[in-house]
């Protein structure tokens, strides 16, 4: 999949910035900026987890009802091109369940056995994952949580947004600095710093790691967040997030 990559504008809002001695010994003037870089590329591959459960009122038939569920999930894995190495059990379970919604007796019914697995569904072609959280999504007795979105061009990806974030915190440096008559020097230092997620945090919550999203087709330009940002037409698409803060010799 090639990757649509369009880096906008950045931002004219500044963060910070007066010009300031960067040690009390010495006579060297720096400027301080940050350069906030979000763009998206489209996934190629993810990871599904799946919840299924059944609920029988004994445990013998509860465990028979679920084995009988997740093989006929597994041939429909197989159907639709999944290969059963792609397919891992995790956290296989059985409990006893009650309704407790009574409370003004506070008297407890009994259901009876919930039989429960996750199966955890890695999936090579990203096309395959829409339709299939579809399927699982007409199944009561399935659930599934976020995928895991994934790209073979993360690494490189990355590389490049951290470069961006860069550059754009030393144009920000370049117009301050003209602007009090002084120019810009050489790199100080730089670090990279946390950038929330403005799509959904709750969908990751590594705030300091690349966040997975799913967004119809749309055009960035009209975000009016102080980042740079692009995102790809497409349903599956990762977020990469990079704030830098970098401080430059004036001269």
Same mark, same amino acid.
Request: net charge neutral.
């Given at each position: ?19 300031? !001695? ?57 159907? +639709? ?26 008297? +407890? ?25 579809? @399927? ?26 951290? !470069?961006?974030?860069? +550059?754009?915190?030393?144009?920000? !440096? ?15 230092? !730089? ?7 403005? @799509? ?52």
């Amino acid at each position: 999949m090639k990757t649509r990559l369009a880096i906008a504008a950045f931002a004219v809002a500044f963060v910070a910035l007066p010009l300031f !001695a960067a040690d009390s010994n010495s006579n060297q003037r720096s400027i301080t900026t940050m350069g906030t870089v979000n763009v998206t590329i489209p996934a190629d591959s993810a990871k599904l987890t799946v919840s299924i459960s059944a609920l029988e009122p004994t445990l013998e038939q509860s465990n028979n009802r679920l084995d009988a569920t997740l093989a006929s999930f597994r041939e429909e894995l197989k159907t +639709r091109g999944i290969p059963a190495k792609a397919v891992v059990l995790n956290k296989r379970d059985a409990r006893k369940e009650w309704d407790n919604s009574n409370y003004q007796t506070r008297e +407890r019914k009994f259901l009876g056995y919930r039989a429960s697995v996750q199966v955890i569904v890695s999936i090579d072609d990203i096309s395959k994952l829409s339709p299939l959280i579809t @399927y699982i999504g007409l199944h009561e007795e399935f659930g599934s949580y976020h995928p895991d979105l994934r790209s073979s061009k993360i690494g490189e990806e990355r590389k490049a947004v951290l !470069a961006s974030a860069l +550059r754009t915190a030393r144009d920000k !440096a370049a117009i301050v600095a003209q602007e009090g008559g002084a120019k810009l020097g050489a790199l100080l230092n !730089a670090t990279e710093e946390e950038v929330r997620d403005s @799509y959904s945090s709750n969908w990751n919550t590594n705030l300091m790691s690349n966040s997975s999203v799913i967004v119809p087709g749309n055009d960035a330009s009209n975000s009016d967040d102080d980042s740079d940002s692009a995102t790809p037409t497409g349903d599956h698409v990762i977020s990469i997030n990079v704030r830098i803060r970098a401080t430059f010799a004036l001269q």
